[in-house]
């Protein structure tokens, strides 16, 4: 079993910037590909990004990207996103997600899901 907890959520103005980052444990970090969904309420879960177990392949969203940066530290076990020039749409609960197999993730999640964080971006 995998656990993940996210942290760095919070209130920010919109053109601001706010650091997620999710602490793992219980199996081999450096196994997982890892990746990051959101959910507002009323819409359905939709992918921010994700980056494969060596951190050498990340995939973003077109609605983030160029705003947004997935990163990963195995010797830490824990999986960032940088969001910067955030938008009011970009409010939700943030939650970390990992799976073994870096395509599975990208396409539908993963197997293990934190519990989220939830980000607020005023206008």
């Known amino acids: 079993q995998v656990q993940l907890v996210e942290s760095g959520g919070g209130l920010v103005q919109a053109g601001g910037s706010l650091r997620l980052s999710c602490a793992a444990s219980?199996?081999?970090?450096?196994?997982?590909?890892m990746g990051w969904f959101r959910q507002t309420p009323g819409k359905e879960r939709e992918f921010v990004a994700a980056?494969?177990?060596?951190?050498?392949?990340?995939s973003y969203a077109d609605s983030v990207k160029g705003r947004f940066t997935i990163s990963k530290d195995n010797a830490k076990n824990t999986v960032a996103l940088q969001m910067n020039s955030l938008k009011p749409e970009d409010t939700a609960v943030y939650y970390c997600?990992?799976?073994?197999?870096?395509?599975?993730?990208?396409?539908?999640?993963?197997?293990?899901w934190g519990q989220g964080t939830q980000v607020t971006v005023s206008s």
């Open positions: 980056i494969s177990r060596n951190g050498g392949s990340t």
């Open positions: 997600t990992a799976q073994l197999f870096f395509s599975t993730l990208v396409a539908g999640g993963g197997d293990y």
């Open positions: 219980g199996r081999t970090f450096s196994s997982y590909a």
